[in-house]
């Protein structure tokens, strides 16, 4: 095996960067040695791998020291792109580039709260290593230092937040595994003044060289991978760019960056969202121009014959060829589960109807999903995304499932309470997930219609939605989406219109909400679960929707284990009737917070309630053990503009005496009659009301 195939394809693009800025030719022969050099038909597996399947690996960097060689890496602390904090840097060591023997931690997170800018991502890549063709390929040390560049952020997740480029030294022995020392700012920002519009978004892996013929005017040379929207563009696209340094310390950019672009690729339409919190700009993948139609895939219009494995092969075509559109064309399309894979846009073609079975044996074998914030296996979703990226639902038409077997399992008869006991007992003792197999007919526990679960980058666009086995859409631990243009109506048992639980940066607007359960809810799991999740639902923004019936227009919990924070609904209506505005309801056993919920211009028909929080609210779940007892906090509610005609009460708080609910601000309310009493307020400090005015008290 020749060692350096592994090593000098970095110093070829350095080389032939170079070149491109000097204008300096490349022979055809020059071009035919490095080939010859860097080709292998060499693979020989994984040499490092994660201690569990809870981290992730990344980005290695190896050099030479001392007869040895030595790999940074990057490991990040979570199985999906929420459950982790973010990278750490590692090292490793190995006599042979194949047996490789782990050292630790070289970049590690700071405690959190340390306020750093770096304090949830540390990805490093070791600087100034000799990659000179057949050197050393040991790194440099400058003013008695080694080094290296890293990206980091202050988000939790994977690669989440503003990115920003920083630099890291030691004086000590690069072959230990030892905490480098880091500066107290990035040297590269997305936010700085003088950076480009190529690379205005996110900073991610970089490259330092020492060029000690200066082909730049400067020693130090660093490739950057940048993420920005320029001038005229809508898309989000990666380029690379040239940063320059005399001390490694200061660093500017090369004015005529980027050096390497293209315009094709992964890209995404970017969405800024104006709210009262911190919210990063949406992105819509933009999918290829590709169309799978699942007539071509063996699909029969009718409404009879089943088109579950036609639909699944085109998915899994559509997916393979990196993405594309699975088109469903007009006519009656009788169905079983859909289960999504990655870039896969479900369009649906006005005219179209998807016909789901209501056979509970076609939605076996169970899958992983949940029920009232308690993961379980249970009946497939009947339409579902487990771990997908860039993933959508689009066209005019219309998703119906057949109902009459769901209809009879509507009721909660003894068999469903037994079973709801049993799965109570092992989330409250934290039996693992795995074994929690509910898919039993006697259970009669529902399939939610649509549920993404663990997913990323999501598109539900301008599709009707008619009747659900339970909640219509439920995107369960997704991050970032937008949910628009859609018609949900469903009068059934629990029929919510869409809940968002424990994910975070979405938009939902321009919908039409007819419920028979709440229209738009916040939730953020169960007791014990939500804790182990941890989780917080957060930066959702919810505008210009129509509720036309429905329980609330939006209801926070009662699942909110996790945390809620920063919601903000505006300019919705419900011009019939809706029992309440904006419902925060919990109990004893939830603990999480509720924190910067925002909700102003709204107008209804006829209320129970503008506003209620209810802190005691159990359902089916009261007569159960309490294994733990924790307190929701609640800490900041802004309600403002509000035109109702009708309401029983316009508001009412019933807090906990142990943890009263704090910073309720009420402002310009009006309700034409009320019907029983203006408000109520117990267990609440600082409620602030500013214009709450009614023409008309009728007191019953």
Known sequence: MKTVNLLIISSVVFFLLACEQKSVSVSQAAMQKIYDEVKTPYKYGLVVVPADNNHKMDCPTVFRKDGKWYMSYLVYDGKTHRDGRGYETWLAESDDLLVWNTLGRILPFPEEGSGRWDENELAGYISLIDYQWGGTYEPQQFDGKYWLSYFGSTERGYENGRLEIGVAYTAGDITTAHHWNTLPKPVLSPADENRGEWENTKL????????????????????????????GETNQIERIGIALSDDMLNWKRYPENPVLSHDEGIQYEYITVDAPFPMEPLKIFQFPKKD??????????????????????????????????????????????????????????????????????????????????????NYSPLIYAYECENIAITGKGFIMPKMDKWREWFPRRP???????????????????????????????????????????????????????????????????????????????????????????????NCIFDQGDDAVVIKSGSNQDGWRLNSPCENIVVRNCTILEGHTLLALGSELSSGIRNIYMHDCTAPESVHRFLYIKTNHRRGGFVENIYMENLKSGRTRRVFEIDTDVLYQWRNFPTYETRITRIDGVHIKNIECDQADAIFEIKGDERLPVRNITLENIHVNTVKQFISNIENAENVVQNNVIWNKLIEE
């Not at 130090?220 to 920005?228: E, H, K, P, S």
């Not at 092992?426 to 009669?444: D, I, L, W």
Request: aromatic share 12%; hydrophobic share 40%; charged share 20%.
């Open 204 to 231: 991610y892996k970089s490259s330092v060289i020492w060029d000690k013929n200066k082909t730049f005017g400067h020693p130090f040379v660093m490739y950057y991978n940048a993420g920005g929207i320029a001038s």
């Open 292 to 377: 799978f139609v699942i007539t071509d895939y063996g699909a029969r219009d009718g409404g009879v014959f089943d088109n579950t494995k036609a639909i699944a092969v085109a998915i899994d075509a559509c997916n393979k060829a990196d993405g594309g559109r699975v088109v469903v064309p007009p006519g009656s399309w009788f169905t079983g589960p859909i289960h999504f894979k990655s870039n896969v846009n479900l369009h649906l073609e006005e005219g179209s109807v998807l016909i789901f079975s209501d056979n509970p044996a076609d939605y076996l074998p169970e899958v992983k999903s949940s029920l009232e914030g308690m993961e379980i296996y």
């Open 415 to 509: 068999a469903y309470m037994s079973a709801a006991a049993e799965l109570f007992t092992m989330m409250s003792t934290q039996v693992p997930v795995e074994e929690r197999r509910m898919a039993f007919e006697g259970n009669t526990m529902r399939p939610y219609l649509i549920h993404f679960n663990r997913s990323k980058n999501i598109l539900l666009d301008g599709f009707t939605i008619r009747e659900s086995p339970f909640w219509c859409i439920h995107l369960f631990m997704c991050d970032g989406g937008v949910v628009r243009n859609i018609d949900v109506k469903a009068h059934g048992h629990n029929n919510d219109g869409i809940d968002l639980e424990m994910s975070r940066n979405f938009l939902v607007e």
